[in-house]
């Protein structure tokens, strides 16, 4: 009877050992990180999940179920619960940290930040899960890292395909590491530009200043990035002038201006926007390398060509022309759109920031973050919303008439219910400037075409294992509870059996 209790205190002890330790792995292998959310969201947009209010499963979720559904945690007060468990928050307008998943927050309404100034949140029934820049049109008010969420501090990190070193607590950009003896480069959104040869290394040497201001020549990698200087940067910006994306001067040093128009060209031919003159080079220089069209400009032409058939109009003599052609230049018809590059698109940026419309250095490139700003002055301004800089919105924009940019946001009492005031999974209230999910989205063109197909062969693992892990979770705690309770009836049994053969000796020996 002794070796039969032994034999069973071990095997329930045993059972118990066993439960703990799947429980744990189960548990490690389906923790949320801010790198896995940040992708997790990304899909959702590229699937084309629906907006459905109170939804929480993959395809069909509002704002916070959209977070919901891969981590878990509090839905109804995201912010308040990160506050209360002393998790890291701030506002936006002091700056968001380099941090890939961080929670969005503004009154009704909560979304992710992806990296890069990019972010994503499940907008409402009309619009689905959206994808643009942070000052668009959520006027997010707090960052904050969710509760149910880990995030790095220092060491490597894998997001959407590519490669990013944490250090204090943010990935690092524009600048380099050596890490057990390779050195590495990130760009300016912190991806690598190599694949590192192990991710659980760390830096071995002190941090360096950005390679924007210490690099004076091309880096060993041969590559030419912000910060290069020499006679291949020359050849560089000779061969980017020739094409039509550069019109600074050929002083061999690779400057901001130089990698604006870098990045013009490899959107122009299809590559991935990092800026940096690598592989992709070779097709700058070859024969097929696409030359810089100013696209406005031709349908201007176009339409005026056009209106002179119309009205029939007889070419001009050649003392017209010649009037012409001495006319001041401000006579001239002012247009610049998505894909110009010039000191005037320089000019209107800086306008756009003193207004409050748009956060980023003045760089010459008009692309969609300068769009989305230009859309929003002309709003502003009762102007017609193209986008589009012609001439009556450039005198606006330089006149003392200008409309600043709101300081607040208002939404109509009567377009929001009480609850949806105090509640994070109301739907967004005013009407987005940005198009549905269904039509073409300027920012995800403009930021992400490059990289769709790689985000999303890249997540798929990582977000089925995230759709499936509380059902596993949930299996696991109920197998695990009905091992208690089978240990716990076979307690009994076995303690019953016990107390009756000891009240039987003890019957025998009265009797005897």
Not at 146 to 155: D, F, I, K, M, W
Not at 238 to 263: H, M, P, V
Not at 360 to 366: L, Q, R, V, Y
Not at 404 to 410: Q, T
């Amino acid at each position: 009877m002794k070796t039969f209790k032994k034999v069973l205190s071990i095997i329930m002890i045993a059972a118990v050992i066993a439960s703990v330790c799947v429980m744990a792995t189960v548990t490690s292998g389906a923790a949320s990180t801010g790198a896995g959310l940040a992708e997790y969201c990304l899909n959702a947009y590229y699937e084309g999940w629906a907006y459905v209010w109170g939804g929480c499963e993959p395809g069909a979720v509002d704002c916070s179920g959209l977070i919901w559904s891969y981590c878990g945690g509090d839905r109804m007060s995201m912010l308040d619960d990160a506050k209360a468990n002393g998790r890291d928050w701030g506002y936006v307008s002091s700056g968001i940290p380099r941090v890939h998943g961080l929670g969005l927050s503004r009154p009704g309404h909560v979304g992710v930040y992806i990296a890069d100034g990019m972010e994503v949140d499940a907008r409402g029934s009309d619009y689905g899960v959206c994808y643009e820049s942070i000052g668009g049109y959520n006027n997010w008010d707090c960052w904050f890292k969710l509760t149910a969420v880990s995030y790095p501090e220092n060491g490597w990190e894998q997001f959407n395909g590519d490669s990013y070193y944490y250090e204090d607590g943010e990935y690092i950009v524009d600048t380099s590491r050596t890490i057990d003896g390779v050195t590495y480069y990130f760009d300016s959104t912190g991806a690598c530009t190599t694949t590192p040869s192990s991710t659980s290394s760390s830096s071995s040497s002190e941090k360096t200043a950005s390679t924007k201001t210490t690099a004076t020549t091309a880096t060993d990698d041969g590559f030419l990035r912000n910060g290069s200087s020499g006679s291949k940067v020359e050849k560089l910006q000779e061969r980017l002038q020739e094409l039509g994306y550069y019109n600074g001067s050929i002083d061999g040093d690779f400057g901001d201006l130089t990698e604006a128009a870098f990045k013009l060209f490899q959107k122009t031919a299809g590559l991935f926007e990092d800026g940096i003159a690598g592989n992709d080079a070779d097709i700058l220089y070859s024969d097929d390398a696409p030359a810089y069209v100013k696209e406005e400009e031709e349908v201007i032409a176009k339409k005026k060509d056009t209106e002179l058939a119309e009205t029939g109009v007889q070419e001009e003599t050649p003392a017209a022309e010649e009037a012409t052609e001495a006319a001041p230049a401000e006579d001239a018809t002012v247009s610049y759109a998505l894909g110009d590059f010039a000191d005037e698109v320089a000019l209107i940026q800086e306008r756009l920031n003193i207004l409050g419309y748009l956060e980023a250095t003045p760089d010459g490139s008009f692309g969609a973050q300068t769009e989305t700003a230009v859309k929003g002055f002309q709003k502003n301004n009762e102007l017609v919303e193209t986008g589009v800089v012609d001439e009556v919105t450039y005198d606006t924009l330089f006149s003392e008439k200008a409309v600043e940019m709101p300081a607040e946001v208002k939404v109509s009492d009567a377009d929001t219910t009480p609850a949806e005031k105090i509640n994070v999974n109301a739907p967004a209230q005013a009407a987005p400037t940005t198009t549905p999910a269904t039509a073409p989205n300027t920012e995800v063109e403009k930021k992400t075409t490059a990289v769709a197909s790689k985000s999303l062969s890249g997540v798929t693992d990582s977000v089925d294992m995230q759709k499936n892990a509380k059902t596993t979770n949930f299996e696991f705690i109920l197998w695990l509870a009905i091992m208690i309770v089978v240990m716990l009836i076979t307690f009994t049994i076995v303690f019953t059996v016990e107390k009756k053969k000891q009240k039987a000796a003890a019957r025998n020996r009265r009797f005897y």
